[in-house]
């Protein structure tokens, strides 16, 4: 009976510790797109004038966990998308950066992106588009079979920086949680579904700043550095009678070789300090942070974007993907696969034969292993969006 009242405080304890936990995480912005989400979105004018601004949908999708958990879904093929929320101004400086959101490819994307922006200072949200500087772009993009990753872009000095390392892909029809997590200390970790894919150093990771040691411009090969690994073995011979040998193929160039007793290696100017490095403390910081946005092309339209997150707590970011995407991916794969099977048995339906199918139907929809079409300048119009300028 002691033990008992002993245990009750300590887990009462332990509950207030973790109310207080969450409490205390700042959020900065949170979009469930819920009723009035017009109101806090702007879509951009951006490629209206040529006809190429695709509209968005306010949707659960074709199939989901729960119907009235909607989000923002792309509709239209091989056409660019730009929208963006507006938030009270934040810097990250001293604190931990949480980027968080799901994304859900229906379509099942072979070429387009399914990232997410954060931008500073201040824009006009009407044109906002690939043309606008951004601090921070990250989230899937896939173009083709081997062109897939997880974008983490940072932008600094007018120059954005990609991320060194790979960072695991899921190419599928079902809604994923994507998080990016940046501290005070500079580290930084990449979570898809809550579970980590990534981790590291800003220092380590992006080519943020210039390298600390240099190969020396100055240093010069001695003049008696051998980089010859193998040399001809001067105590050989010709074995006896060998000339007597015929010989079918013979080969002049032949040479028995040893190992070079003075061999160095292959010569390298030594490391020296870089003069042009100069620390930042202050690599992880991102003032005036004030919006998010997506902007991006598809070929084949049907991402679904949804239950975004600006906050300072992994933790809380944690709490809040198992509360959305955590209770309802059970269902929505239920869901996925009743669509998937109710594709199949109209494809062998004898009375719906598949050359008459009419545009849009399921089959159009789950695992379409036809490739789509993928624009002949796709790779030039990544290189023109990451040459393109980029604030602090």
Excluded at 324 to 349: C, H, P, Q, R, Y
Aim: aromatic fraction near 10%; charge should be negative.
């Amino acid at each position: 009976m002691a033990d008992t009242k002993m245990k009750l405080p300590l887990i009462g304890i332990l509950i207030f510790l973790l109310m207080a936990l969450f409490v205390a995480a700042e959020v900065f912005f949170e979009e469930r797109f819920d009723d009035g989400w017009e109101e806090r979105w702007v879509k951009s004018d951006w490629k209206k004038s040529e006809n190429m601004s695709g509209e968005w949908n306010h949707t659960a999708g074709k199939w989901s966990g729960d119907p009235q958990d909607k989000g923002l879904q792309t509709t239209e093929d091989n056409m660019h998308y730009a929208i963006s929320a507006e938030f009270p101004e934040f810097s990250n400086k001293d604190k931990t950066l949480v980027f968080q959101f799901s994304v859900k490819h229906e379509q099942k994307l072979n070429c387009g992106g399914g990232y997410m922006k954060l931008i500073n200072d201040t824009i006009n949200q009407q044109t906002f588009g690939a043309h606008t500087p951004y601090s921070i772009m990250f989230g899937p993009d896939i173009c083709g079979d081997t062109n897939k990753r997880v974008h983490v872009i940072l932008s600094r000095n007018g120059k954005n920086n990609k991320i060194k390392k790979e960072i695991p892909f899921i190419n599928d029809q079902l809604t994923h949680v994507y998080t990016l997590a940046i501290r005070p200390d500079a580290t930084y970790s990449v979570l898809t579904d809550n579970e980590l894919k990534q981790s590291g150093s800003i220092y380590d990771d992006w080519d943020i700043l210039p390298p600390k040691k240099i190969r020396d411009p100055d240093a010069k090969k001695p003049e008696d550095w051998d980089a010859k690994e193998f040399i001809p073995d001067v105590r050989d011979t010709k074995p006896e009678g060998y000339d007597d040998i015929p010989s079918e193929i013979p080969d002049p160039n032949a040479k028995k070789k040893i190992k070079n007793p003075e061999y160095k290696g292959i010569w390298k100017a030594p490391m020296i300090d870089n003069p042009e490095f100069e620390d930042d403390p202050y690599i992880y910081v991102y003032p005036n942070l004030r919006y998010v946005g997506i902007e991006l092309w598809q070929v084949r339209a049907g991402t679904l974007f949804d239950n975004i997150l600006i906050c300072d707590d992994p933790e809380y970011a944690k709490k809040v993907a198992e509360e959305t995407w955590g209770e309802i991916k059970d269902a929505e794969k239920v869901a996925f696969e009743k669509t998937k099977k109710l594709k199949e048995e109209e494809v062998s339906s004898a009375s719906f034969p598949q050359e008459n199918r009419e545009q849009g139907t399921l089959a159009d929809d789950i695992d379409d292993d036809e490739p789509d079409h993928e624009e002949p300048d796709w790779e030039a119009k990544l290189r023109e969006e990451d040459e393109g300028k980029h604030v602090l």
